[in-house]
Every structure is written in C-alpha cells, then in structure tokens.
C-alpha cells in the first residue's frame, strides 16, 4: 500500500482512499478516520454496511464465514470470531460456542438445559445455545467474577 503524506498551511483537512477491493483493512481505516470504534463493517446483498456494536445480537461462523445478525439483517464480516472477540470487548460479547459468540446485553431470558448447558432467548426471539464447555463461564460473568 502507497500512503502520501502532505503537510497544508491552510485549508480544510482531507483524506482520500483508493482501493481496488474493500477489506476488512479498508473498513478499519475507514471506521478510524469515521471514529467509528464502536461500529463494524459487513457485507449485505453486494453492498457494505455499517453497523453499532450494540445492533448484533450475535455471530455465527459457517464454513469459514462469520456472519452477523441483528434484528433486521444479516451481515457477512470479513475475519475470524477470535479476531473479532480480540478487537471488541470481552464484557459485552460472549463466546458461547465453537462456532457462535452472543451480545449478553441482548439476552432476554435464560434457561439451564440438561448436561450443563443454558439456553439463551435473545431480543430478536432466536434461542442460541450456550455449550457446556462455555457455560460456567457464561455463569462467572453474569455473577460479575470474570
């Protein structure tokens, strides 16, 4: 990547970006300069969306690809679900399986199920099971000992 820097007396500051495939990289420098920390890019009928953190309700890796759902749409991300849980916050994103991580914020019930796992109603009415390998966890957190 080629990156110019020029210094200006006056005028108003600007930035321009050229890129041939938008990236998660791209959205990344994107969302920075957009001070969009607490936003994240996805991909939705071949257009790029924009979305709050606090929309999803949660995250499902199929096949190699991680999608995002909020209560109106579905959104394919670019990365991992760990390269997602490393650059957001542990407190409000929850990894409750293999393949899911949930927004706790937006649980709306919980329910203990048979061989030690808990099943989790979220705002949008999906049911998404926490597994027992990520249940006592899930139970320190909810308690405040994580």
Partial sequence: MKIDIQKITDGEESVTIRYRELTSRMNRIIGILNDDENRIWGKADKESICVSLDEILYLESVDDK???????????????????????????????????????????????????????VMEGGEHIIISRRYASEFRRLLRGER
């Fill in 66 to 120: 991680v999608f995002a759902y909020t209560g109106d749409r579905i959104l394919k991300l670019e990365g991992t679900l760990s390269s997602f849980m490393m650059d957001n916050e542990e407190d409000v994103f929850f990894r409750c399986s293999k393949s899911m991580v949930i927004n706790v914020n937006k649980v709306l019930s919980l329910k203990s199920l048979s061989s030690n796992r808990i099943d989790a």
